[in-house]
Structures are given as structure tokens and as C-alpha cells.
């Protein structure tokens, strides 16, 4: 600096920090230097020096990597609910629809003395002969929707200072809560509908055959069998050699890791840890209807106690269409 030229300090001697507008304006001072070198003095000298020393209270240096909401193993998904093709939209407070019921209980049909059939499309003599006759009429079959629902008060502290996403890491728990739980309660109707056979099954692919045929029988398909833990480590124990023809022809896979095997392109055949020892389930998916809300996820303020009120709400409802195609066998 020539003679007269006033000279920026190189450091300051106030006990007090430096506020933004002093560095500032000794950065606007020292840039019209025309030496560059000083600029880079003068400003690194305006810029106080915070280290880590001088942070031993951890409040920008130190802290632990924040990982928000630590991962664990949770099943997921509702593998029963899926297997039935899936929830249709609940519009009302009960499940409803109608079946054709036949009326008339006399019939021209069957050998003399056999039980009365209802009546149905027949054979008749013709040449003007009366024709079979009968009266049919439609029958209402209805469930109540039922009501899931979970509620709790949070403190405001927790959001306010503490983490955002606090409350949206809640309704993802009481969301993967309630996917389980209304998934256990169709497994739980599906096995209450089942019917048993007289007789117990002595191998898993005894009950296989049992399942298709007996589907078939009434003119239902088998798409989806669920066993136990038991049977399937047992028939994934199976070598080629072992299986009938009719299977060997068909089985594409059996997948260790998600507890599945592939008999045919359109039938499930799963694992289920929630079934007894010995049980296995077959079923037409058609079998089962299953209507579901959207889930009502609300929050409100309460400012009297200083929290945070969310409720959880999620309706549906189960209705049998045909339960003879629902089948449980018990292998021995």
C-alpha cells in the first residue's frame, strides 16, 4: 500500500466474535486490492477459525451417522389375500350379492322311488306331452364389512425437534401391522370354510391328487394349494423318480428361498408357516371374495395437551361364494 493508504487489519483483537457484516465488509475492502495475494490474507484472517477443538459439545462435528429408521427382517405382502386374486373396493357397510336357488322339489327325473330332485332341463315325451316344470328364484347372501382401526397420541416434542418423519415411519408400522393381521383373518375364514375328506391322506402328493380331483368334481379348478412346514420340506426332498407322471410332466421348480414350488403355470403351491403340522389347503380362487376400503390415515392437533392424535382406520369384509371349493386334507 503507497504512503496514506489505509492498511486492513490482519487480525481482530475483540473478545467478541466477528459478526457476518464485519467479514464482510473486510472481504469488500481487501477486493479492491490489487495485489490478490492480500486478498486471500485479509480474508482467510476475517474468517474466524472454529475447530474441533472447539466443538466439544458435538453440535456440528462428531455426531453419529443418522440412519433415520433402522432396517428388521418383517414379512410382508398378503400372500392369501393375493392368492385370491387380490381385494375389490368396498362401497358399502356389508358384502352382498345373490345365488339362483331352485324352488320346486318334485321332479320327473331318476328311477321310481329314488329322492326327489329339484327341478331342471329334461327330458320330455314330446307329441304336445306336458314339459317339465319347476320354479326358481334368487336367494340374497350378505356379510357384514368389518372395522380395523388403531389410534395413539404422540408428543409434539417429537416432531417439532425431533425427527419429520416421525409420524409417516409410524403409519408405515400400523400399514405392514394391519396387512398381516387382515391377511391371518382371510387364512383363518378360508380354513374355517374348508372341507375335510373322511379320511386322512398318507402322503402330500396323495392329498395333491385328492385336492384336484375333488375340485374338478364339482367343476371348480384348483389354482392355489398351501402346506405346512412339514409336508413341504418333505416334498421338496422328492427326487424326479419319485413323482407320478402326471406331476413329473408339469413341476417346473421348487424355490427354497421363498418357500414355493412351481406345479403348474396356473397353480400356487406355497409354503405357510401358520398352518398346523400335516394340513393342506387347496382352493378354486374363485372360492373366496374378499372387498377392502382404502386406509384412512388421520392426524389432528391437540393443543390443550400439547400432541399430536393419528388414527389409523382400514374396513372390509369376506364373503364366500362357493366354499365347497375350499378343501383341506391331513396328511398322516
Excluded: C, M
Excluded at 475483540?14 to 477486493?31: K, N
Excluded at 416434542?157 to 409417516?168: F, N, R, V
Excluded at 413341476?251 to 403348474?264: M, P, Y
Amino acid at each position: 500500500a503507497g504512503p496514506g493508504a489505509a492498511v486492513a487489519p490482519a487480525a481482530r483483537t475483540e473478545d467478541r466474535p466477528a459478526s457476518f457484516q464485519t467479514v464482510a465488509a473486510d472481504i469488500v475492502a481487501a477486493a479492491h486490492d490489487s495485489n490478490p495475494r492480500e486478498v486471500v490474507r485479509v480474508v482467510n484472517a476475517a474468517l474466524e477459525t472454529v475447530g474441533v477443538g472447539n466443538d466439544s459439545g458435538q453440535g456440528f462435528y462428531g455426531r453419529p451417522a443418522w440412519l433415520g429408521e433402522i432396517w428388521q427382517a418383517e414379512t410382508a405382502g398378503r400372500p392369501w389375500i393375493e392368492s385370491l386374486g387380490g381385494t375389490q373396493p368396498l362401497t358399502g357397510d356389508s358384502v352382498e350379492g345373490f345365488v339362483w336357488v331352485r324352488d320346486d322339489e318334485t321332479a320327473s327325473w331318476g328311477a321310481e322311488g329314488a329322492a326327489p330332485q329339484p327341478a331342471n332341463v329334461e327330458i320330455y315325451a314330446g307329441d304336445f306331452a306336458e314339459v317339465p316344470t319347476g320354479t326358481w328364484k334368487t336367494k340374497k347372501v350378505s356379510k357384514d364389512s368389518e372395522r380395523w382401526g388403531f389410534g395413539t397420541k404422540v408428543d409434539r416434542i417429537y416432531t417439532d425437534l425431533g425427527s419429520p418423519d416421525l409420524i409417516a415411519s409410524l403409519f408405515g408400522k400400523l400399514g405392514a401391522n394391519y396387512d398381516r393381521n387382515s391377511d391371518t383373518h382371510v387364512r383363518t375364514a378360508i380354513l374355517t370354510a374348508a372341507t375335510a375328506p373322511g379320511a386322512a391322506s398318507t402322503s402330500v402328493l396323495g392329498a395333491l391328487k385328492g385336492l384336484a380331483f375333488d375340485l374338478k368334481r364339482i367343476g371348480a379348478s384348483l389354482d392355489v394349494v398351501r402346506v405346512s412346514e412339514d409336508l413341504f420340506d418333505d416334498f421338496s426332498d422328492l427326487t424326479v423318480s419319485q413323482l407320478p407322471a402326471w406331476l413329473a410332466n408339469q413341476l417346473g421348480f421348487v424355490d427354497i428361498r421363498n418357500g414355493s414350488a412351481r406345479v403348474a403355470d396356473n397353480l400356487s403351491f406355497e409354503v405357510d408357516f401358520g398352518l398346523s403340522a400335516g394340513v393342506v389347503v387347496g382352493f378354486d380362487k374363485r372360492a373366496f371374495t374378499v372387498r377392502e376400503s382404502p386406509q384412512v390415515r388421520l392426524e389432528a392437533l391437540d393443543i390443550a395437551h400439547g400432541a399430536i392424535d393419528i388414527g389409523f382406520f382400514a374396513y372390509g369384509g369376506t364373503l364366500g361364494n362357493d366354499v365347497r371349493a375350499i378343501r383341506k386334507y391331513t396328511v398322516s
